[in-house]
């Protein structure tokens, strides 16, 4: 019965999860991974280098609303090909640049589903297939954790881990479209430590070589799995005290040396670029983790604020409960159970705690206490049971309002659960307020819902730029065909009416000129929201959109001011900038600007420095590169200051050779 329970779990995850996989776009690692995914299983089946043995791409249009290939692609004789099945990337080409980066075993995965499910069976559209193994793998997690928990604390602590587990917002949301890594790993540590602990309790050999099988999955996903010795391995010390050393738990030792091998000839064999040269393989991939999780610094309280700030109220309150309880049980717990839970909750998070450790964009990267944070709800839940000797109509009115309430959360905010806030800090728009770090940050999958919005608003034949990003952060094929996406288009003041989409998050507003402008002129066409704040929005650039009236005039009191370090341009008062034009000219005995920044002050002490550095072609790409041919535009947002400064290198730039120029400040 338990078992059958677990997998309704699972299949309820899984349904819903594929049936809201289109409102989540693609992780900005996805260029990253995919295409290598596609190369190595490729070589794999066939042993074919690249992909010239395949029937040529054609180009063609993907709903991005539809889960479903497209008409067009159905009708297709044949296997179909995938987008990142793209001949700019071959076998040869990863042998050399690969191994800065995680290992690929996910990526070929999650290939192998895009080939089953789009390639031959053409029942899931190009993207959503390779994501399909993400939601696949998170509903046997909660399958997992319901089946493990409710074996050993009851059924309703089973349901009350495996719900908060499937309704905790970041694990709901990544599980969509963060499948290439974090997921991944979360899924096969919990599996790992799943045989370990089976095989330990059980003195099971064929428990442990499983653990082999799911280290070596781990492994060949990140090498987060190496932190889960200080889960295991301290609840053994405990678990076992003086039996350590008894033959039964000693000839344990050669098979836990055996799924060691066995997963590290997982790993191996499944990443062709190590097989070079092991040695030096092997030193590049773990130089890469060393340099990526280490930094200098304290001891940092970053990764524990954000797992307060970000996990539902009730979760955070059946974790203390169950803390309390496992600690209170501590000696009357058998199989010292709890103890393996608390540190699979604790590890992740204080690792990255620890100076000289290192974290950023939240704590996505530690998914993996996730899993045991739930476990130790269910621990917590148990607990309030036995100690307010609650009945069965009770605990069912308890499961139904836990449950009403996380799912109610995630319906709220959907599809945007991976920026959730809780209540102890306001929610999104509190973040925001106290600019914890990387709020609002959903990683790309807040563009899907904007292009489907252009998709179906914009008129013929729109040019389309983003405000910042790269060009692979939205399949091309997701794009109406008249659409054109290219940051050649980003006009700025000049108002050519160019769509412009950007997430927006913590410093986004002030990255470049172009968001500024975005952001301090113009009224979005589209936005997506999250407690008042929000995540993605969409601009038209043109002057129906303003927000205000741009005018602006010569400010004819402007002096040029030479300098040693560059040229300062004094307006005689504070005034609202809007441009400046120059005009210099080519000598032989100057030279190209190499580098330059321009600042801002109103008082020539305190000043400001422009995002950007020159030459740049950023600023309003219709224009091109800046400075260029004699000329230069810098444009502003209306930064109030007198004083303006170009600092260039080396001193003797041909910038410094000015013919005129003219500085605009808006009027009003």
């Given at each position: 019965?338990?078992?059958k329970?677990?997998?309704?779990f699972?299949m309820?995850?899984?349904?819903?999860g594929?049936?809201t996989?289109?409102?989540y776009?693609?992780?900005w690692?996805?260029?990253?991974?995919?295409?290598?995914?596609?190369?190595?299983l490729?070589?794999?089946?066939?042993?074919n280098?690249?992909?010239?043995?395949l029937?040529?791409?054609?180009?063609?249009?993907?709903?991005?609303?539809d889960l479903?290939?497209?008409?067009?692609?159905?009708?297709?004789k044949?296997?179909?090909?995938?987008?990142y099945?793209?001949?700019?990337?071959s076998?040869?080409?990863?042998?050399?640049?690969d191994?800065?980066g995680?290992?690929?075993l996910?990526?070929?995965?999650?290939?192998v589903?895009?080939?089953?499910l789009?390639g031959?069976?053409?029942i899931?559209?190009?993207?959503?297939?390779y994501r399909?193994?993400?939601?696949?793998?998170?509903?046997?997690?909660?399958g997992?954790i319901?089946?493990?928990?409710?074996k050993i604390?009851?059924?309703v602590?089973?349901a009350?881990?495996?719900?908060s587990l499937?309704?905790y917002?970041?694990?709901?949301?990544e599980?969509?479209f963060n499948?290439?890594?974090?997921?991944?790993e979360?899924?096969?540590?919990?599996?790992?430590?799943?045989s370990?602990w089976?095989?330990?309790i059980k003195?099971?050999?064929k428990?442990?070589?499983?653990?082999?099988?799911f280290?070596?999955?781990?492994?060949?996903?990140?090498?987060?799995?190496?932190?889960s010795i200080f889960?295991?391995?301290?609840?053994i010390?405990?678990?076992l005290?003086?039996k350590?050393?008894?033959?039964?738990?000693?000839?344990?030792?050669?098979?836990?040396?055996?799924?060691?091998?066995?997963g590290?000839?997982?790993?191996?064999?499944?990443?062709?670029?190590?097989w070079?040269?092991?040695?030096a393989g092997?030193?590049?991939?773990?130089?890469?983790?060393?340099?990526?999780?280490?930094?200098?610094g304290r001891?940092?309280?970053?990764?524990?604020?954000w797992i307060?700030?970000?996990?539902?109220?009730?979760i955070?309150?059946?974790?203390?409960?169950g803390?309390f309880d496992?600690?209170?049980k501590?000696?009357?717990?058998?199989?010292?159970?709890?103890?393996?839970?608390?540190?699979?909750?604790l590890t992740?998070?204080?690792?990255?705690?620890l100076?000289?450790a290192?974290?950023?964009?939240?704590?996505?990267?530690?998914m993996e206490?996730?899993?045991?944070m739930?476990?130790?709800?269910?621990?917590?839940?148990?607990?309030?049971?036995?100690?307010?000797?609650?009945n069965k109509?009770c605990?069912?009115?308890?499961?139904?309002?836990?449950?009403?309430f996380?799912?109610?959360?995630?319906?709220?905010i959907?599809?945007n659960?991976?920026?959730?806030?809780?209540e102890?800090v306001?929610?999104?728009?509190g973040?925001k307020?106290?600019?914890?770090?990387?709020?609002g940050n959903?990683f790309g999958?807040?563009?899907?819902?904007?292009?489907v919005?252009?998709?179906?608003n914009?008129?013929?034949?729109?040019?389309?730029?983003?405000?910042y990003?790269?060009?692979?952060?939205?399949p091309m094929?997701?794009?109406?065909?008249?659409?054109?996406?290219?940051?050649?288009w980003?006009?700025?003041?000049?108002?050519?009416?160019?769509?412009?989409?950007?997430?927006?998050?913590?410093?986004?507003?002030?990255?470049?000129?172009y968001?500024?402008?975005?952001?301090?002129?113009?009224?979005?066409?589209?936005e997506?929201?999250?407690?008042?704040?929000s995540?993605?929005?969409?601009w038209k650039?043109?002057?129906?959109y303003l927000?205000?009236?741009l005018?602006?005039?010569?400010?004819?009191?402007?002096?040029?001011?030479?300098?040693?370090?560059g040229?300062?341009?004094?307006?005689?008062?504070?005034?609202?900038?809007?441009?400046?034009e120059?005009?210099?000219q080519n000598?032989?005995?100057?030279?190209?600007l190499?580098?330059?920044?321009?600042?801002?002050?109103k008082?020539?002490?305190?000043?400001s420095?422009l995002?950007?550095?020159?030459?740049?072609?950023w600023r309003?790409?219709?224009?091109?590169?800046?400075?260029?041919n004699g000329?230069f535009?810098e444009?502003?947002?209306?930064?109030?200051?007198?004083f303006i400064?170009?600092?260039?290198f080396p001193?003797?730039?041909?910038?410094?050779?000015?013919?005129?120029?003219?500085?605009?400040?808006?009027?009003?």
């Amino acid at each position: 019965m338990r078992l059958k329970i677990a997998l309704l779990f699972g299949m309820v995850f899984f349904i819903f999860g594929l049936a809201t996989l289109t409102d989540y776009g693609i992780n900005w690692d996805t260029i990253n991974h995919l295409p290598r995914g596609q190369v190595y299983l490729h070589y794999f089946l066939s042993g074919n280098k690249d992909f010239s043995d395949l029937a040529k791409y054609k180009p063609y249009w993907q709903d991005p609303a539809d889960l479903l290939p497209s008409s067009e692609v159905r009708s297709q004789k044949g296997p179909l090909r995938s987008f990142y099945q793209n001949d700019a990337f071959s076998f040869n080409w990863y042998m050399e640049i690969d191994g800065d980066g995680h290992p690929p075993l996910s990526d070929i995965l999650s290939s192998v589903f895009n080939k089953v499910l789009f390639g031959y069976l053409k029942i899931i559209n190009d993207i959503d297939s390779y994501r399909v193994y993400g939601i696949f793998l998170a509903a046997c997690l909660v399958g997992l954790i319901f089946f493990w928990i409710s074996k050993i604390y009851g059924g309703v602590a089973g349901a009350i881990s495996a719900i908060s587990l499937a309704a905790y917002p970041l694990f709901w949301s990544e599980s969509h479209f963060n499948t290439e890594k974090d997921v991944p790993e979360t899924v096969f540590w919990a599996f790992f430590l799943f045989s370990v602990w089976n095989g330990v309790i059980k003195k099971s050999w064929k428990w442990l070589l499983t653990s082999g099988i799911f280290f070596g999955l781990a492994l060949g996903t990140k090498f987060n799995i190496f932190f889960s010795i200080f889960v295991f391995l301290p609840w053994i010390i405990v678990y076992l005290r003086g039996k350590v050393f008894k033959k039964e738990y000693l000839k344990l030792v050669p098979l836990a040396v055996l799924a060691f091998i066995l997963g590290m000839i997982i790993f191996y064999a499944s990443w062709p670029f190590v097989w070079q040269d092991i040695i030096a393989g092997t030193q590049k991939v773990f130089g890469f983790y060393k340099t990526m999780g280490t930094s200098s610094g304290r001891l940092s309280f970053y990764p524990m604020s954000w797992i307060v700030y970000t996990t539902p109220i009730p979760i955070l309150i059946f974790s203390l409960f169950g803390v309390f309880d496992i600690l209170l049980k501590f000696k009357k717990d058998k199989y010292k159970t709890g103890v393996f839970f608390l540190l699979w909750f604790l590890t992740p998070m204080l690792r990255v705690s620890l100076p000289g450790a290192n974290i950023y964009g939240g704590i996505r990267q530690i998914m993996e206490y996730i899993p045991g944070m739930a476990a130790v709800a269910g621990i917590g839940v148990n607990f309030l049971i036995r100690r307010f000797k609650l009945n069965k109509l009770c605990v069912g009115v308890f499961l139904f309002f836990t449950s009403f309430f996380l799912l109610f959360t995630l319906w709220q905010i959907h599809p945007n659960e991976n920026v959730y806030f809780n209540e102890l800090v306001g929610g999104l728009s509190g973040a925001k307020r106290r600019n914890i770090p990387s709020w609002g940050n959903t990683f790309g999958a807040a563009y899907r819902n904007a292009i489907v919005w252009i998709n179906m608003n914009a008129e013929p034949n729109p040019k389309l730029v983003f405000a910042y990003e790269l060009i692979p952060n939205i399949p091309m094929f997701w794009l109406r065909p008249d659409v054109t996406l290219s940051s050649v288009w980003r006009s700025g003041y000049l108002q050519k009416g160019e769509y412009a989409i950007t997430l927006t998050y913590q410093g986004t507003d002030t990255r470049s000129y172009y968001d500024m402008y975005l952001e301090r002129f113009l009224n979005p066409v589209y936005e997506s929201k999250v407690d008042g704040v929000s995540v993605v929005k969409v601009w038209k650039n043109s002057v129906e959109y303003l927000k205000m009236p741009l005018t602006d005039k010569v400010e004819t009191k402007a002096k040029l001011i030479r300098m040693d370090s560059g040229i300062r341009f004094d307006l005689g008062s504070v005034q609202k900038l809007s441009r400046l034009e120059l005009y210099y000219q080519n000598r032989q005995s100057c030279t190209n600007l190499k580098s330059g920044i321009v600042r801002v002050s109103k008082d020539g002490e305190s000043w400001s420095e422009l995002p950007g550095v020159l030459p740049d072609a950023w600023r309003i790409s219709y224009l091109g590169e800046q400075p260029k041919n004699g000329k230069f535009i810098e444009p502003f947002v209306g930064q109030e200051a007198r004083f303006i400064d170009i600092l260039t290198f080396p001193n003797n730039s041909c910038m410094q050779n000015i013919k005129n120029f003219s500085v605009f400040v808006f009027t009003q």
